[in-house]
Each structure stands twice: as C-alpha cells, then as structure tokens.
C-alpha cells in the first residue's frame, strides 16, 4: 500500500490549503484515512480522520471549523481542507490509513495506522 501527499505549500495567516491523498495498491475496503502533523520539536499530533466509505469522521480541537476531511471513493483520495489558517498550523502533513479500524474514539491514535505516506510541508507566514 502506498499513500501519497500533495497539496502544501507556503500561504499567509487566514488562507487556505486543500491537501490530497492518493492511496493506492493492497485491498481497499473501508479504511480510516487520516491526517496527521508534526512541527519542528514537537510530536506528531492529530488533526482529522475520516471512514473511506461510511463516513464518520473525527477532527483535533485545534482545527475543528476551519478543517474539513473528505473523500473522493473511486480516486481512493482522501482530502484536508484548510481555512483560516494560522502560524500554529505550520508543520509536515501526513496521511495514514488504518484498513482495521477500530471504534471512532481510537482514530485520533497514531499506532492504530499502518500505513504512511511522504509528508507536505505546509507553512503558514504571520
């Protein structure tokens, strides 16, 4: 299984990003797809996740309004779209896929995710 990131790129304070994810190869049935993003120094933490084929989805606090997570079924993409963005938002993206996913309160765990993709840099000037 491969996921591949794209999207990022440098914006002012209050623009917006789309993020996408390709995810391809392995068997494909309804995964979980994630985002999640580490800044310079800091862990990685989670921002969205949302389930391929059933919906649901799941968002950080600190994103929850101005993000929205959505998928395209038959591309096998999954999208990130950024408003409003801040300085804080400024880190490495990257999207996962968990293809067992558990209930929704264990998708913001980064362990549940096997596979990864690349990362994009997003970076948000003041």
């Known amino acids: 299984v491969q996921l591949q990131a794209s999207g990022g790129g440098l914006v002012q304070a209050g623009g917006s990003l789309r993020l996408s994810c390709v995810v391809s190869?392995?068997?494909?049935?309804?995964?979980?797809l994630g985002w999640f993003r580490q800044a310079p120094g800091k862990q990685r933490e989670f921002v969205a996740a949302?389930?391929?084929?059933?919906?649901?989805?799941r968002y950080a606090d600190s994103v929850k309004g101005r993000f929205a997570v959505s998928t395209e079924v038959a591309k096998k993409t999954v999208f990130l779209q950024m408003n409003s963005l801040k300085p804080e938002d400024t880190a490495v993206y990257y999207c996962?896929?968990?293809?067992?996913?558990?209930?929704?309160?264990?998708?913001?765990?980064?362990?549940?995710?096997?596979?990864w993709g690349q990362g994009t840099q997003v970076t948000v000037s003041s």
């Open positions: 190869g392995g068997a494909f049935s309804n995964p979980v």
């Open positions: 996962a896929a968990d293809f067992t996913p558990g209930p929704w309160s264990t998708w913001q765990d980064s362990n549940q995710y096997t596979s």
């Open positions: 949302i389930r391929r084929i059933t919906g649901g989805s």
